[in-house]
């Protein structure tokens, strides 16, 4: 206070900007637009994440489509196999191509082609069961080209008993002639039913199998082609 004229002295005033005297006006505007931005802001967020997540569902839905399609067409291509190599399936299964070796098939076979053609007695050895090295790769899948090696001498009246025979024992099993030497006896001319050709023959009793993991096809045809 001036002593001198007893007035107070008054504090200069700052005049404010009139967007701030007047904001008062629009505070309830601009408050509701900035809770409007902030709730777009979030609903934009919130749709991002469910539009990745329904993508991610999409890819999931298309995944499993896709495979069960994949299993529908495998197992359209294996119905179509059955019927198409079944017949033939079962006739090599019986003629013991497919399957495991059927070693006294085999020599019941041998024995009985000799009983027809009236044979003299022959001999034979049987080597052990080994897996077949072709020479040129062959896709089997998960079968299995095994083979048993026989070595066969018979005593024949002509030559013509040895096409016959083999011509016969084809008629009952499987099997490839692998090598076959052909020699004369010493007989006396004129013998009454003596053989007078000698046949040392290799012979291969081929069998197809199954591995412990076997197509579903081989089992199915396996099954019907069962007596």
Known sequence: MNPLTG???TAPTIALPYWVRE?????TAALTMIAAITVSLTGVLLSELKRQEADQQLEASQRARDAAY???????AEKRDIR???QRFVALRQLGLVGDERRLEWLD???QTQDEL???????EIEPQQAVQLEAPLDLGTFELRGSRMRLHMELLHELDLFNFFQRLRERVYFTVQDCSIK???VVAGTPGASSVGADCTLNWITLNTTSQAPAVAAVLQSQGKP
């Open 70 to 76: 994949s299993r529908y067409a495998q197992v359209g």
């Open 118 to 124: 009236k044979l003299p007695p022959l001999s034979y």
């Open 23 to 27: 904001f008062a006006l629009i505070r």
């Open 7 to 9: 007035k107070k002295k």
């Open 84 to 86: 198409n190599f079944q």
């Open 109 to 111: 076979a041998i024995r």
């Open 184 to 186: 004369r006896l010493g």
